[in-house]
């Protein structure tokens, strides 16, 4: 799974130029014990929600401290109305965050990983956030914001502007955004690993193939998409193992995968041997909990095949998912629209749902 790139940077300090190899986590992960809302910048009045993560990501990866993924939305939404005017500046800058051609050469960034060796490009809002976050950091932020952002734009009402604006949506947000680690294996007691998240009650399926919980859900709907986070990459196979629901394996079909999310939000599937911890298959998911959908999680079930709808988006083995999903490739997740297709297989489903949810 991709859930670190590896990204060969030049950053100038003083006269010399340091090449350095900078991690950067794609993915966020939180522990949530008892009470409390999840952490991050989670949302800011007039930001788009869907930018929220690269805004934060993209600080992260650069060091931007606290309050930087305010400062890269301040920038976004005084030089392109968040996107929304794209055209070029009278002095040629282009792109989502307004890049002259010399500083997009200078620190543009390539990163989708489906694409190596693919040039960076400007009208992407991930690598024109990313880019614009090595050249805030290369000029001095986060010690010297007002440095940093007058660099960026060398006038003195630009870093005023941005700067209050940055303030204001940090206030919004309630503070900090906070750095996390990756998605790690927890225990079915005490605390629940949460993923990356995103703002309002509808899942999202990241770029690199997570998917980030919506912030709403309750804590078990978000340790059900974090389960699942933790099995994209696996491949497609039928084989059991005894451990194949408490420890990642390399491989899961259709039920098998259902399960392991089921069992890792602590939703235990009822057809799961206790003894020997093997999950059951498709055709024993037919039993499984309460009739009917849920709210945030339904089961769908046959003789030969199951998947599972969270928060809006499915996990599935199924041939129906995208030209880069192909058949057998595991479970990955997916958009609800090849449910219709899914569901017309001839088979005889049925929904199914963990009650309360």
Known sequence: MRRLFVIALTLTIGLPTVAVLLLFAAARSQTQCGGGGPAGPGSAPGIPASLLGIYDQ????YRLGPQGWAYLAAINYVETRFGQDLSPSSQGAIGWMQFEPGSW????????PSKPGAPPNPYDPWDAIFAAANDLHANGAP???PGAIYAYNHAGWYVSEVQQLGQRYAEAAGGAAVALDAPQATSQVGCIAIGPTTPGAMALILRDGLAAAPQDAPAQVQAAIAAGNRIIDTSYSTE???????TVMPSYDCSGSTDFVLYNAGLNAAQVDVGDAIAGDSGMLESYGDPGPGRWITVFASGGHALIEIAGILL???????????????????PTTILAAQLND????????????
């Not at 599935?316 to 997916?334: I, K, M």
């Open 240 to 246: 059991r193992d005894p451990n194949m629901l408490s």
């Open 316 to 334: 599935d083995t199924s041939r129906f998912g995208a030209p880069t999903t192909p058949p057998g490739s595991g479970p990955r997740w997916q």
């Open 58 to 61: 993209a600080a992260e990866a």
């Open 105 to 112: 050469a200078q620190y543009a960034v390539s990163t989708d």
């Open 346 to 357: 001839g088979n005889s489903w049925t929904e199914r749902h963990p009650p309360g949810l």
């Open 143 to 145: 010690g010297d914001w």
